[in-house]
């Protein structure tokens, strides 16, 4: 191997340690759900490249209202998936989808785009 070869190796390398930090390690703040008058908690979810917030706070035994807001044509994220809640709901470009549910037990529970790539965690406390 000569210098660049190796130069480009290790490069690619560092990359690819740097994505699996990314998406798999690195920290992800906790956004907690805001009671409405009515008492629905409510987030707003920005959907581009991923879900801002990713990881979202509610209590167990009081309705949900989660705003997700599609800001790009992406394909990954036309879908949106909640298996625990069997919500399966589509997204479309920059409109804003609601999805209402009731969670009941405390867990951490995963939310993804229909392919699996974008993840997030809903923390029900």
């Known amino acids: 191997m000569d210098f660049s070869e ?16 990314y998406f798999f390690f690195s920290p992800h ?17 920005t959907v581009k490249g991923g879900y801002s917030p990713d990881v979202i706070e509610v209590a167990a035994g009081k309705p949900v209202q989660l705003n997700f807001y ?10 949106l998936l909640m298996p625990d809640f069997q919500i399966r709901r589509e ?13 009941q037990q405390p867990g951490s529970f ?13 923390v029900v406390k």
């Open 91 to 103: 997204l479309p470009a920059f409109q804003t989808t609601t999805v209402e549910f009731l969670p």
């Open 70 to 79: 599609r800001d790009e044509e992406a394909t990954c994220s036309e879908e």
């Open 29 to 45: 703040e906790a956004v907690s759900a805001v009671s409405s008058s009515s008492g629905v908690q409510e987030v707003d979810i």
């Open 110 to 122: 995963e939310f993804t785009c229909g392919m699996n790539m974008l993840r997030g965690r809903l």
């Open 6 to 21: 190796i130069v480009v190796t290790t490069a690619g390398i560092g990359l690819i340690g740097f994505v699996l930090w």
